[in-house]
């Protein structure tokens, strides 16, 4: 079974400063899907970014971008000049080819400082 | 585009009843999932249905059931409620089943008491 482990359950970092949020995830598959989800306090889980693992090239995002390592199954996001509104909880998740569900990490908070 | 609702978005019950929630995809999504999230077991697959049919189930008890109708609406049925049942119960949708990105409602809060 796949598992996700976020290792940071709460970051903090300064407006218009960078963050860091780690992901590994354990996988004996070479097809699959990652992607990370914000869950700001109305709850709604949005996506942020996702990243095909067949694609060496990094997804970005406006402001986010991933640093996929698939031979060390780690895929952390990193948030550039963090803005108030980034201020939530991100999940990290994976998703098997040809799969139907989500597995989740644990969350991690992010508190932006103005 | 409408996005995924659900209803009730709060619900409070106690211990022994039942709950039926419900969930409206994204018009021409058929496929509809749920989830749990809680703060001790995080976010938890319950089950996927698209045309009607359950095609995968978590980890969860028998008393935990859904239906899904034919204009892709689906419900979820919690029966004899226990303490633990409190949590948030997301639904999500997509397209079809190849479809790998699902798109979240705003969960349905349920505390039991």
């Known amino acids: 079974a796949q598992t996700v482990t976020q290792s940071q359950p709460e970051m903090s970092v300064q407006e218009a400063e960078t963050v860091t949020l780690s992901c590994t995830y354990d996988t004996s598959e070479s097809d699959y899907y990652l992607f990370w989800y914000k869950q700001p306090p109305s709850r709604q889980m949005i996506l942020v970014i996702r990243q095909e693992a067949y694609k060496q090239q990094n997804a970005t995002e406006n402001r986010f971008s991933v640093n996929f390592q698939k031979a060390a199954k780690s895929f952390s996001l990193k948030i550039s000049d963090s803005q108030l509104g980034d201020a939530a909880m991100y999940f990290c998740?994976?998703?098997?080819?040809?799969?139907?569900?989500?597995?989740f990490g644990a969350g991690t908070i992010l508190r932006v400082k103005s | 585009k409408a996005g995924v609702t659900q209803t009730p978005r709060y619900l409070i019950k106690t211990r022994g009843q039942q709950v039926t929630l419900s969930c409206s995809p994204i018009s021409g999504h058929r496929s509809v999932s749920w989830y749990q999230q809680t703060p001790g077991q995080g976010l938890q697959f319950l089950f996927e249905y698209f045309s009607e049919t359950q095609r995968n189930k978590g980890n969860f008890p028998g008393r935990f059931s859904g239906r899904q109708f034919s204009n892709s609406r689906s419900e979820m049925n919690v029966s004899t409620l226990e303490l633990g049942d409190s949590a948030l119960y997301l639904c999500?949708?997509?397209?079809?089943?190849?479809?790998?990105?699902?798109?979240f409602g705003p969960g349905t809060r349920l505390t039991v008491l």
């Open positions: 999500a949708s997509r397209p079809g089943i190849v479809y790998n990105e699902q798109f």
């Open positions: 998740a994976y998703w098997r080819e040809y799969g139907n569900k989500l597995v």
